[in-house]
T-cell receptor, first 115, second 114 residues
C-alpha cells in the first residue's frame, strides 16, 4: 500500500514568490491534515479536512496561505507571497477518520527554503 | 485545550544504556497519547499509543511508555539503546471527545554514543 505522497520534497524560492505543495493521502482516508514544522520544533496544525470540508483552519494564516482538497482526495497548500519566516517543513498526514485514537500517517514532507 | 511538554530537547546515552524521554501533557478531558519518531529527512512514524485499558503500552523497536494519570505523564523508555535509535522523538496528545487533531510537543533529539 502506498503511503502519503508529497511533492516536491524540496523547494527553494525567493521571498515574495508563490509556492505550492501537493499531497496524496492513503486511499480511503477521509481526513487530511497539513502541519508545519519549524526547525527544532514539533509539527503545528495548519488545516484539517474531512472529505472536502475544511473543519479546522484556525491556525492557517489566511492572508497568504490557502488550501484546497477538491473531490476529497488529494490536496494542495499554497503560499503567496512567501516570506522568510515561512521556511519550514510542510507535512501532510491522513487518517481514516478524525480525532480520538486514530493514528495519523505522515508523508515525508516538503522542505521550503525562502531566501 | 490540550498541550504537551517534553523535558529535554537533547538526550544523549551510551549504546546499551537505558533510554528515558519525558513527556507531560495537559488535557481537559481524558487523553489519547502517542509517541512518534522522526528519522532525518523522513516523516513521523508511530511508535506507540495509549487509548484506554492497560497503562503500560508496548511499541515497536522495544520501546514502551506508561500512562500515569496522577502525574499527567507519558514517559518513553527502552531498556537498552541501539545506535539505530538515534532520531527525534515527539510526544502528542489527542482528546478522546470531540474531533481535535493531534497536538505535538517540541521534540527530543536522542543521540546514542558508541
Amino acid at each position: 500500500e502506498a503511503g502519503v505522497v508529497q511533492s516536491p520534497r524540496y523547494k527553494i524560492i525567493e521571498k515574495k514568490q508563490p509556492v505550492a505543495f501537493w499531497c496524496n493521502p492513503i486511499s480511503g482516508h477521509n481526513t487530511l491534515y497539513w502541519y508545519r514544522q519549524n526547525l527544532g520544533q514539533g509539527p503545528e496544525l495548519l488545516i484539517r479536512y474531512e472529505n472536502e470540508e475544511a473543519v479546522d483552519d484556525s491556525q492557517l494564516p489566511k492572508d497568504r496561505f490557502s488550501a484546497e482538497r477538491l473531490k476529497g482526495v488529494d490536496s494542495t497548500l499554497k503560499i503567496q507571497p512567501a516570506e522568510l519566516g515561512d521556511s519550514a517543513v510542510y507535512l501532510c498526514a491522513s487518517s481514516p477518520i478524525a480525532g480520538g485514537a486514530n493514528v495519523l500517517t505522515f508523508g515525508a514532507g516538503s522542505r521550503l527554503t525562502v531566501l | 485545550a490540550q498541550s504537551v511538554t517534553q523535558l529535554g530537547s537533547h538526550v544523549s546515552v551510551s549504546e546499551g544504556a537505558l533510554v528515558l524521554l519525558r513527556c507531560n501533557y495537559s488535557s481537559s478531558v481524558p487523553p489519547y497519547l502517542f509517541w512518534y519518531v522522526q528519522y532525518p529527512n523522513q516523516g513521523l512514524q508511530l511508535l506507540l499509543k495509549y487509548t484506554t485499558g492497560a497503562t503500560l503500552v508496548k511499541g515497536i523497536n522495544g520501546f514502551e511508555a506508561e500512562f500515569k494519570k496522577s502525574e499527567t505523564s507519558f514517559h518513553l523508555t527502552k531498556p537498552s539503546a541501539h545506535m539505530s535509535d538515534a532520531a527525534e522523538y515527539f510526544c502528542a496528545v489527542s482528546e478522546n471527545t470531540g474531533r481535535r487533531a493531534l497536538t505535538f510537543g517540541s521534540g527530543t533529539r536522542l543521540q546514542v554514543q558508541p
